[in-house]
């Protein structure tokens, strides 16, 4: 997968490259990241790429001509989705993380200040995407979001392909919990469950600690999902039983 992105900050993109699941993904063949500055493509001897508003009001407005010969410069090599990361955009979820991920090439625009003169939008963005309902100082950390959700889902770049399928969401439903040694930390016990050995008991005790979790923390998700057979007899169930671990 091909990603380039468009930012005035590239240097917050070394974060990726330097650290965990991304470096390993970016330090592989399969997977490039390149960064291009509109400060690069500017004309003035100040190098300007934000002008006043028109209409008044705080702030600056990114201009169009150093983005568009930007965006010139970046389709000579990719010629992918071009995402412009906003509070406006449709909200990034794990379908639409794997949706991206599954393509080719993508192109990511990050706003500053007060945004991106609207023309660009218009005339040369393909897609808005949002991280969530509040505001930045700049699309680059929502960027990065993004392009860590998918780099993660790359063939090969997670410990065990399980990890990745197997994660809150991707099942649409919230995480078990999980214990590691040891099996007494301060007084508090890991179930007994885990500690049997009962591949299919520990299976289903995880899915109805999945569903219970679900229920109380994300009501919605169960709403949208549906349930299997088995799924729905389990919640059920955990209804009428008392815990029994
Ligand atoms: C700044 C501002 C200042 C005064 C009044 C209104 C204002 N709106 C904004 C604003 O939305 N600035 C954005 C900063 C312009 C586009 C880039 N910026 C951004 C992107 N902030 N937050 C995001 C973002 C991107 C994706 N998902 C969540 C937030």
Redesign the pocket.
């Known amino acids: 997968m091909r990603i380039d992105v468009i930012t005035l900050f590239p240097g917050m993109f070394d974060v990726l490259r330097e650290n965990g699941i991304t470096r390993i993904a970016l330090e592989r063949e399969s997977a490039g990241l390149s960064c291009y500055n509109p400060r690069d493509f500017t004309g003035d001897r100040h190098r300007t790429v934000d002008d006043r508003p028109y209409g008044g009001g ?2 600056m407005v990114m201009m169009p001509e150093p983005l568009d010969r930007c965006i010139d410069a970046v389709r000579q090599a990719n010629s992918g989705p071009l995402i412009y ?3 406006q ?1 449709e909200t990034l979820d794990q379908r639409l993380v794997e949706e991206l991920a599954g393509l080719p090439s993508l192109v990511f625009l990050c ?2 200040y ?2 991106v003169d609207e023309r660009i939008l218009v005339s040369r963005v393909d897609r808005e995407v ?3 309902d ?6 680059e950390l ?1 960027a990065m979001v993004l392009i860590e959700c998918m780099l993660r889902l790359l063939p090969g770049v997670l410990g065990s392909a399980e990890s990745a399928t197997q994660d809150s969401f991707s099942a649409g439903l919230l995480d078990h919990p999980h214990y590691t040694r040891p099996e007494d930390y301060r007084g508090m016990r890991v179930p007994g469950v885990l500690l049997g050995g009962n591949h299919a008991e520990i299976g289903r005790w995880r899915l109805n600690r999945s569903l219970e979790r679900t229920r109380t923390r994300r009501p919605d998700l169960l709403e949208r999902r549906m349930l299997s057979e088995v799924e729905q007899q389990l919640l059920t169930a955990l209804d009428t039983e008392q815990n029994d671990e």
């Open positions: 705080p702030g990361l906003s509070p955009g706003g500053r007060e945004g949002s991280i969530g509040y505001v930045l100082a700049g699309g929502a």
